[in-house]
């Protein structure tokens, strides 16, 4: 993220309110904008063929359930390799190795699609879906795992802009094929499955448009493009497991609540194929718009305050400051990080207080059922304590406390799993309150383990041993990969 901090200082210089509306802009645009985007295609794809639609409810749900299993599918599958190979990457740029960029990309996207397609064949084994509908599944879910890739690598190279624009357009063309779709080309559409096969063509046909610009955005970003030793980042793993479980047991702690309450009342089994619960997922897909604030906030504390002061510090600690440098810099560097993390909690706090106050107002405008909107408030709680755990993650992350990361993620996806199988016999009562009490714990914990780790911030910085790989598995894997791809 520092590679966008000099666009925003030089905003916020500006004492104009207009430079500071547009540094809001652009940092949310740059980390928010992508997740944004997706975020708002499928709820906007969602109105249409909800709301506007003279399709059935049965091909509606059919398409909707498609485009949000390749979604929530596709991010468990990036958080197993996703902050090993950030990384990689950020040691291939700090020691000026860029050759070893794009191997990389082609080492984990083979990987990627490896673990997609297995995946995809056990969907296959139950799916009662037609053919045709299978196969646009398949070409859905592999893009999505693709535009993933590209996304690491092009945030790691600072091209923020090239992904955010593939997004919007490939957004636009998306709800674009769906509209006129839904609008022109229904009632031609009366076999089986049609209208759900059509809809699902026109929504990837967005995202294969949002792959082809993250693709050429990749070829222009690396013009040294070697095929040699892609499979090298795998040191990584046994270098730093705690990296690993870090992003993997994130993801799967975001939906480990949801797979259990589609096992529970009121859950549904659509054709067969596809577990959902209408009500839980609307309720929480909407509970996260609400914490959009905390990523843009976050963003702009960390670039414009904490991050300045944080060079400086470990500045002097690695170039050899005196010991008043480096006391001085150290009480600043915290104070800020107090002063921003107090700001970010107000601010989502009182944003998240106020959707809560006024959610049957708010909610009452998408004629949502009473018990769509009861969840929704504990969900609400629940996404507030969840953006404030990946916000203390990355900052135990900034602070190389990758044992204090991984613990939280594992608390994380423990609580939310267990609280989920307790709750759930309860019914529409507890749902919801699971996801809200793993999150506000873990959140808890977070808090605790920043606050003590900073405190003995001398000790960690200076007094850290760099232990050896208690194995090196993954490492002689890649190494026979490498032989292999020779």
Not at 151 to 161: C, D, G, I, R, V
């Amino acid at each position: 993220m520092a590679g966008i901090g000099f666009k925003l200082q030089k905003l916020f210089q500006e004492d104009y309110f207009s430079s500071r509306l547009k540094a809001y802009a652009f940092a949310g645009l740059v980390t928010s904008g992508p997740w944004l985007i997706v975020i708002t295609t499928i709820a906007l794809t969602q109105f249409l063929t909800t709301y506007l639609s003279i399709a059935s409810f049965e091909e509606r749900t059919t398409f909707n359930l498609t485009v949000s299993y390749s979604f929530i599918f596709s991010q468990v599958i990036l958080g197993i390799q996703q902050l090993v190979v950030t990384r990689y990457l950020a040691d291939c740029f700090y020691e000026q190795r860029y050759e070893d960029i794009f191997p990389t990309f082609l080492g984990m996207t083979k990987v990627t699609l490896t673990i997609a397609g297995l995946l995809y064949l056990l969907f296959l084994s139950f799916s009662k879906l037609p053919f045709l509908l299978n196969v646009l599944i398949l070409i859905l879910f592999i893009t999505i795992n693709l535009i993933w890739v590209h996304f690491l690598f092009l945030s790691a190279a600072k091209f923020y802009q090239a992904v955010a624009y593939s997004f919007l357009i490939g957004a636009v063309i998306s709800i674009g094929s769906v509209f006129v779709i839904d609008r022109f080309f229904l009632d031609y559409l009366t076999a089986p499955f049609a209208t759900s096969t059509a809809l699902t063509a026109g929504f990837t046909l967005g995202m294969v448009v949002t792959l082809f610009g993250l693709f050429t955005s990749m070829l222009l970003t690396f013009p040294d493009r070697g095929t040699h030793d892609q499979f090298s980042y795998f040191s990584y793993f046994d270098r730093y497991p705690a990296l690993f479980w870090t992003s993997f047991l994130y993801n799967i702690g975001v939906w480990i609540g949801n797979w259990v309450i589609w096992f529970s009342e009121g859950g549904a089994t659509h054709l067969g194929t596809f577990r959902y619960h209408p009500v839980y997922d609307t309720a929480i897909f909407l509970s996260y718009l609400t914490v959009i604030p905390t990523m843009t906030i976050f963003v702009i504390s960390v670039e414009t305050r904490f991050y300045e002061r944080y060079r400086v510090f470990y500045g002097y600690a690695n170039e050899g400051g005196t010991l008043q440098q480096v006391e001085k810099a150290k009480t600043a560097m915290l104070l800020v990080l107090k002063q921003e993390l107090q700001r970010l909690f107000r601010n989502q706090g009182l944003f998240t207080l106020f959707v809560l106050v006024f959610a049957s107002t708010l909610l009452g405008y998408l004629e949502l059922s009473r018990d769509t909107i009861s969840i929704f408030q504990m969900t609400t709680v629940g996404a507030f304590s969840n953006a404030m755990v990946l916000v203390l993650t990355l900052l135990l992350l900034y602070f190389e406390d990758q044992r204090g990361a991984a613990v939280t993620s594992i608390l994380f996806f423990l609580l939310n799993g267990v609280f989920a199988f307790i709750i759930a016999p309860f019914g529409y009562e507890g749902f919801g309150l699971s996801f809200a009490l793993g999150s506000t714990m873990t959140f808890a914990y977070a808090l605790i383990r920043l606050i003590q780790f900073v405190s003995e911030i001398d000790y960690h910085t200076f007094c850290r041993i760099e232990r050896a790989p208690k194995s090196n598995r993954f490492t002689r894997v890649g190494e026979r990969l490498n032989r292999i791809g020779a």
